[in-house]
């Protein structure tokens, strides 16, 4: 989103104008189009199976499939071009010819996708449950399975799976670490943390420690420095800012500040661009009441990142505290016109406006 500044105000007006003298043109035009693609739609709809598969870019496929009917590798490549093209009720038909002539996990993987995309779920299922009993130890078929029941709104199936799999492979720290973020999704916070703690003890690798860290951190569970420090020493993969800024938070959330402002200044230096830094930074120094260093630590957070609907949120904080009601209002609209949900910011233009 993109922060409208006073000189851009002449030229969006002139475009509203513009846009209210063609727009009935533009509507009469509109409805012509959307009468035009029904009428295709509509004639697309009627046409046979038989006819599409005959016409291009089908025809080549379906000439050598009914040379050769029992090659699978024609029909699974048939099925991936109806799909590429929006025809997934027939791809379907070449999904499950496909698997049915040599059963492969591949296949079933995309033949799932095939019937979540024509609302056929519980047909998935059935195809997840009959390749897990062949295969249990593939994750991806034990995670597919988990995410449909999560979009069927079936959460404790979801959850079951991964006890299942975990059952099947219970040193497998993906079983674990999956199950953690599923919790995390459902704000189920406490089983979450056990999750993602298992899964680190199998594996303490950098993904699981940053996620198990965040909800320390957002706990506020002390556990997260030690934790953090254990992935600082190790790190491989360039996830030393990430930490740092969960140290800084926590302590900030602590209200331990000297160290707060320590890690955020860590970041900064180590990427002058983390804008995160400097808005929690700032914070800080508000919460300290050092209004003119946190305007300053904001005001360069809008100069690296001029969209970050906070960065002008809390300049507007700062005007406010230090009595500029004028610059206060600017700013508070700037945030809420980068963020139309930002209901602080609709709150400080209230109060402004008093």
Not at 188 to 197: G, H, K, N, W
Request: hydrophobic letters at 35%; glycine letters at 4%.
């Amino acid at each position: 989103m993109q922060v409208f500044y006073n000189t851009c105000q002449p030229l969006k007006k002139y475009i509203i104008t513009q846009m209210k003298r063609w727009f009935s043109l533009q509507s009469f035009l509109l409805i012509g189009l959307v009468s035009w693609l029904c009428s295709c739609n509509s004639a697309r709809e009627k046409e046979s199976p038989e006819k599409i598969l005959s016409a291009p870019p089908y025809a080549g496929l379906t000439d050598s499939i009914k040379r050769f009917p029992q090659n699978q590798a024609l029909y699974l490549e048939r099925a991936v071009l109806l799909s590429q093209n929006d025809r997934h009720e027939l791809a379907s038909g070449d999904y499950k010819k496909a698997w049915e002539l040599k059963p492969e996990e591949h296949i079933a993987l995309q033949y799932v996708s095939n019937l979540m995309l024509v609302n056929r779920p519980q047909d998935a299922v059935n195809l997840l449950k009959e390749c897990i009993a062949t295969w249990p130890a593939n994750p991806d078929l034990h995670r597919r399975l988990s995410e449909i029941y999560t979009q069927m709104g079936e959460t404790k199936k979801a959850i079951d799976q991964y006890d299942e799999w975990a059952q099947q492979d219970s040193t497998n720290f993906e079983v674990w670490y999956e199950k953690g973020v599923l919790l995390t999704q459902l704000k189920d916070t406490p089983a979450a943390i056990i999750a993602l703690e298992h899964s680190y003890r199998l594996a303490p690798i950098n993904y699981n420690g940053l996620a198990l860290a965040s909800l320390y951190g957002a706990t506020l569970n002390p556990k997260v420095i030690t934790l953090c420090d254990d992935l600082l020493r190790k790190d491989t993969s360039n996830i030393t800012n990430d930490v740092l800024y969960l140290k800084g938070s926590y302590y900030s959330d602590t209200k331990q500040y000297d160290k707060a402002i320590r890690e955020f200044n860590e970041c900064i230096t180590r990427d002058w661009k983390f804008t995160d830094a400097y808005i929690e930074k700032g914070i800080v120094l508000h919460d300290l009441k050092k209004y003119d260093s946190a305007l300053k630590v904001f005001t360069t957070a809008a100069t690296v990142t001029n969209t970050s609907a906070d960065a002008w949120y809390w300049m507007a904080r700062c005007y406010e505290q230090l009595g500029k009601k004028d610059l206060a209002l600017i700013n508070y609209e700037r945030a809420l016109a980068l963020d139309k949900d930002f209901e602080e910011a609709r709150e400080g233009i209230r109060r402004m406006k008093k």
